[in-house]
């Protein structure tokens, strides 16, 4: 018997929250997609402009750097410098990196390694996260992201994706 392989698999992309912390962070890198302020996803050109209209463009047209310090989106998706940021006219962009790619980053610029690590029990599998870095003292220190005020037990998350999301938080958040 022949195994059914499943080719319908995209990249999962970083939430609205993480996608502003990672901006304060310094996130630079060129994505092909963003959110505008008010939280709308933008991932083609069509999109940018509100509007749905025919326009053949090469993909790495839309490959820039949303995070560019006083740049704005135009609600007719141009970029400006200096423009009055209203979330009427103009919106503050927050570039969409992958998950994996937000990882990365983290762990280059921040020497923080994320680690999605799964969980067999005769329940099923679940995912955990480990999270390794430089304490203050300059000592190699690790965790996993648990329940509050509980030492035992860890925090199950169904999907690595799930397990990704909430690393990245926790790291932007608590620990850079």
């Given amino acids: 018997m022949q195994k059914i392989i499943n080719n319908n698999i995209e990249e999962q992309r970083v ?7 990672l901006k304060e962070k310094g996130f630079e890198v060129p994505t092909d ?12 050109f069509e999109d940018s402009l509100g ?18 310090p006083k740049w704005v989106i135009g609600k007719d998706g141009g970029m400006c410098f200096g423009c009055k940021l209203d979330n009427v006219k103009y919106f503050e962009a927050f570039s969409i990196p ?7 980053w983290i762990r280059i610029n921040f020497n923080v390694d994320i680690q999605v690590i799964v969980n067999y029990s005769s329940l099923g599998k679940t995912y955990r996260v480990g999270i390794v870095f430089i304490n203050v003292l300059k000592q190699v220190d690790s965790l996993f992201i648990r329940p509050d005020n509980d030492t035992i037990h860890f925090i199950e998350f169904e999907t690595p994706e799930e397990a990704k999301e909430v690393a990245i938080n926790h790291v932007l958040t608590k620990l850079i």
Avoid: M
């Fill in 15 to 21: 939430g609205f929250d993480n996608a502003k912390l």
């Fill in 33 to 44: 997609r963003y959110y505008r302020s008010d939280g709308v996803l933008v991932s083609k």
């Fill in 51 to 68: 509007c749905e209209r025919e326009y053949q463009f090469n993909s790495d047209d839309f490959l820039d750097n949303w995070n560019k």
């Fill in 98 to 104: 992958t998950k994996q790619l937000a990882i990365d």
